[in-house]
């Protein structure tokens, strides 16, 4: 089983900066496939960004593109996303999900643990 624990949601104004961490506990394996995903109100929850626990290869939304950047730190077993530039449309509920699997996906059935998320709102 794989335990994940996200922190760092919060208030921030337009053109701010965030970062999310997700703690991880249980079986982190070399062969796991890390992803941050969100969804606003009313909305489906997305795909935002991934990234291979090993390799470090990564994949990210086009909407988040050049302002996301998803990483890792092995050691600690903490996934982050750090966020720039932040809009008003970033405004969601802040989800890390993880897959044993090195294929980068982004759909999120395809993932098979999910923390409890935190929430993030951009003021314009």
């Known amino acids: 089983q794989v335990q994940l624990v996200e922190t760092g949601g919060g208030l921030v104004q337009a053109g701010g900066s965030l970062r999310l961490s997700c703690a991880a506990s249980g079986r982190i394996f070399n062969s796991y496939t890390m992803g941050w995903f969100r969804q606003a109100p009313g909305k489906e929850r997305e795909f935002v960004a991934a990234i291979r626990w090993t390799v470090g290869s990564t994949a990210y939304a086009d909407s988040v593109k050049g302002r996301f950047t998803i990483s890792r730190d092995n050691a600690k077993n903490t996934l982050y996303l750090q966020m720039n530039s932040l809009k008003h449309e970033d405004t969601a509920v802040y989800y890390c999900?993880?897959?044993?699997?090195?294929?980068?996906?982004?759909?999120?059935?395809?993932?098979?643990?999910w923390g409890q998320g935190t929430q993030v709102t951009v003021s314009s």
């Open positions: 999900a993880a897959r044993p699997s090195l294929v980068i996906v982004t759909t999120k059935n395809e993932y098979n643990y």
